[in-house]
């Protein structure tokens, strides 16, 4: 079974840029997560999706950071303009919806950002 | 709200010696499930064991097990016969078992983290 995967890797900005990362979960997972993992702290959720509709968004700063979800599959998480406290780790994370309410997160690689 | 505590930035153990790190958390709420996760340097994060809030006995997996305190909110890791590979960052981790989403409301929340280092 193939994990989660995504792109790109690593990316170098320039404050006040855009940048788009993106996400394709694991097949038939009906929730995605994005999380921030700023440089020596664990992972904060920025927004859950289940199917194409937000689930939780509360700490997305929505001035600057967009997600979307296309078709309940792959997604993107987009943050325009860049600022230098946006450097992290953007892991995405996927898993099933059960009935019986244990639904082990599946974590991709990540996406280290790099803000100048 | 939720919160999660790893008071140890750092541990070191040698290899085959075995290391306990330790984790305490806060919340009012009685049923949840408690996680550690691994991450390695390739940034990918693993997960090693979880307990439920509900089941008194401590989980294990292989050379992983837990002391689950639920009184005193503490939640620890214990690794034995430690290797080479079990070297990286490791993250407690909490969720709650919230079903107003119908299950679908199960964010992580994580404390900082604790780096393990295996001596040769």
């Known amino acids: 079974e193939a994990g989660v995967a995504q792109s790109p890797r690593y990316k170098i900005i320039e404050k006040r840029q855009s940048v788009a990362f993106w996400c394709n979960p694991i097949s038939g997972h009906a929730t995605l997560y994005w999380y921030q993992q700023i440089l020596g702290q664990g992972p904060k959720l920025l927004i859950q999706?289940?199917?194409?509709?937000?689930?939780?968004d509360s700490q997305l700063p929505k001035d600057r950071f967009s997600a979307e979800r296309l078709k309940g599959v792959d997604s993107t998480l987009k943050i325009q303009p860049a600022k230098l406290e946006d450097s992290a780790v953007y892991l995405c994370?996927?898993?099933?919806?059960?009935?019986?309410?244990?639904?082990?997160?599946?974590f991709g690689p990540g996406t280290r950002l790099t803000v100048l | 709200a939720q919160t999660v505590t790893q008071s140890q930035p750092e541990m070191s153990v040698q290899e085959a010696e075995t290391v306990t790190l330790s984790c305490t958390y806060d919340t009012s709420e009685s049923d949840y499930y408690l996680f550690w996760y691994k991450q390695p340097p390739s940034r990918q994060m693993i997960l090693v064991i979880r307990?439920?809030?509900?089941?008194?006995q401590n989980a294990t997996e292989n050379r992983f097990s837990v002391n689950f305190q639920k009184a005193a909110k503490s939640f620890s890791l214990k690794i034995s016969d430690s290797q080479l590979g079990d070297a990286a960052m490791y993250f407690c981790a909490y969720r709650s078992e919230d079903m107003d989403y119908g299950g679908a409301t199960n964010k992580l929340i994580f404390g900082t983290g604790t780096l393990l280092a295996v001596q040769p």
């Open positions: 994370a996927s898993s099933l919806l059960r009935t019986d309410n244990y639904n082990e997160q599946f």
């Open positions: 999706f289940q199917n194409n509709g937000v689930v939780d």
């Open positions: 307990q439920e809030a509900y089941k008194q």
